[in-house]
C-alpha cells in the first residue's frame, strides 16, 4: 500500500505521515526532502517558493518512486504538497488499487479561529524557515486552491473544521 498525503500549507501533512509511520511502520518519503536535496545540490536552479515548477520536476520522480514501491509489494507513505491535481492520470487502475490518497484542508472558519495555533504548531515535526509571509488570507487562499482543485477532480478533501486531533486520528483509523 501507498497512502499519499498532499494539502496546503500548514494543515499537518508530515504530522500526519510520522504518526502513520508509528503506527503501520510504513516508510515515508517527504517530497520536501527531495526538493530541497535537488535545490542544495544544485540539480535544478528552483527555489522553495517556485511551487508549479517544483511539481513538474519533483513529481515524474515520486510518481516512478511509487510505481516501484507498488510493484515490489513495498508499504510507502509519501507526502508533500507538490502532488499534481490530476495525480491519478500518472497511473494504470493496477497501481490505482494500491494507493490511498489523502488530501488536508482547512475551512476558513477553522483558519480565522485558530491561526495563532497553526502557526504555532508549523514546526512539530520539521523545523521551517522563515514563516513571515503566513497570513490569515494566504492560508485561506491556499486552502481554497487544495480544496478547490482536488474537489473538481472528484477527489474528497479532509475538510478540518473543528477537532484537527480528532480530524487527524480519524484519517489515521481509517
Given at each position: 500500500m501507498v497512502?499519499?498525503?498532499?494539502?496546503?500549507?500548514?494543515?499537518?501533512?508530515?504530522?500526519?505521515?510520522?504518526?502513520?509511520?508509528?503506527?503501520?511502520?510504513?516508510?515515508?518519503l517527504s517530497i520536501d526532502h527531495l526538493k530541497m536535496g535537488m535545490i542544495r545540490s544544485c540539480k535544478t536552479n528552483l527555489t522553495p517558493e517556485d511551487d508549479d515548477a517544483l511539481t513538474d520536476?519533483?513529481?515524474?520522480?515520486?510518481?516512478?518512486?511509487i510505481k516501484t514501491a507498488i510493484e515490489n509489494h513495498q508499504n510507502l507513505i509519501v507526502e508533500g504538497g507538490y502532488i499534481p491535481i490530476n495525480w491519478k492520470?500518472?497511473?494504470?487502475?493496477?497501481?490505482?488499487?494500491?494507493?490511498?490518497?489523502?488530501?488536508?484542508?482547512?475551512?476558513?472558519?477553522?483558519?480565522?479561529?485558530?491561526?495563532d495555533e497553526i502557526r504555532e504548531h508549523r514546526s512539530d515535526i520539521e523545523a521551517r524557515q522563515d514563516d513571515g509571509n503566513c497570513t490569515i488570507a494566504s492560508l485561506k487562499d491556499d486552502n481554497r486552491r487544495y480544496i478547490d482543485g482536488f474537489k473538481t477532480a472528484g477527489e474528497?478533501?479532509?475538510?478540518?473544521?473543528?477537532?484537527?486531533?480528532?480530524?487527524?486520528q480519524s484519517i489515521i483509523d481509517l
Open positions: 497512502i499519499l498525503i498532499t494539502g496546503a500549507s500548514h494543515t499537518g501533512k508530515t504530522l500526519l505521515a510520522q504518526r502513520m509511520l508509528e503506527k503501520y511502520k510504513y516508510p515515508y520536476e519533483l513529481w515524474p520522480i515520486v510518481r516512478e518512486m492520470d500518472s497511473f494504470r487502475e493496477q497501481y490505482l488499487d494500491s494507493i490511498r490518497f489523502i488530501c488536508l484542508a482547512f475551512s476558513d472558519e477553522y483558519i480565522d479561529t485558530h491561526f474528497k478533501v479532509f475538510l478540518i473544521r473543528a477537532d484537527y486531533e480528532q480530524m487527524i
